[in-house]
């Protein structure tokens, strides 16, 4: 029940310029509770961070809120939530990556009965407002497992001294951004050797940066 508490109270926070609107909703329903949440330290956890004391005022609750580097955070909430202890009210989920297999393990609680109840999400709040693609990227069998927070895509940073120099031209597909890699790895630029082409492949980060590649290519 915590972390279906905390669940909704976060929705409420969101909507914090909307209050006057409902100045009829009890934000202090679970006044005096204690939540402990879990967080990467990326951009979007990293800005929402300075706002927990906002959150605690604004709804009474106490936030515990522990933050860690991206690869020992999947460590450690993959441990937490499999210990079931329910010890962790709330966290940060890539659903992208690991969403299949939370949602496969029950470790979700789909917030869509508690953001449909007056008494636990504020009026103020329009599920709507979010894009829909988002929504649907964070749901399973219909349901949905979490609330977006941020988007990320893939975008090509290119050198353009260096296009321009060696007779490249911007690439426009895979076939072509292959060749220019090649192309261009291991050439001599003021006496350093350039590298064809360089992404994010870390250990977690692994997953998305190989996505864009498999599905394009139709896979699955």
């Known amino acids: 029940m915590r ?35 879990l ?4 951009a979007a956890a990293t800005a ?6 906002d959150f605690e005022k604004l709804t009474g609750i106490k936030v515990q809120y522990e933050s860690f580097p991206d690869d020992q955070f999947r460590q450690k909430i993959l441990l937490e939530l499999a210990a079931g202890t329910g010890a ?15 949602y496969r393990s029950g470790w979700y609680e789909p ?17 709507a407002d979010i894009n829909p693609g988002a929504l649907r990227g964070d749901s399973y ?17 290119y050198r353009k001294d260096l296009l321009e120099k060696y007779k490249v031209k911007v690439p426009q597909n895979f076939q072509e951004l292959e060749e220019a890699a090649k192309k261009l790895h291991n050439i001599d630029e003021n006496g350093q ?14 997953t998305s940066q190989w996505a864009p590649y498999l599905l394009s290519m139709g896979g699955d």
């Open 141 to 157: 069998d219909g349901k949905q497992v979490a609330l977006p927070l941020q988007h990320q895509t893939s975008m090509l940073f």
């Open 88 to 102: 962790v009210d709330a966290f940060y989920t890539s659903t992208a990556q690991e969403g299949l297999k939370f």
């Open 48 to 53: 929402i961070e300075p706002f927990v004391p």
């Open 111 to 127: 917030p869509d009965t508690f953001i449909k109840n007056p008494r636990l999400t504020s009026p103020a709040f329009n599920i």
């Open 193 to 206: 050797k350039v590298v064809g082409i360089v992404l994010r492949g870390k250990k977690a980060a692994a």
């Open 39 to 42: 967080a990467p330290k990326n």
């Open 3 to 37: 972390r279906r508490t905390f669940v909704l109270a976060l929705v409420g926070v969101l909507v914090m310029p909307g209050i006057a609107a409902a100045q009829s909703f009890d934000w202090q329903t679970h006044k005096g509770t204690t939540i402990r949440v």
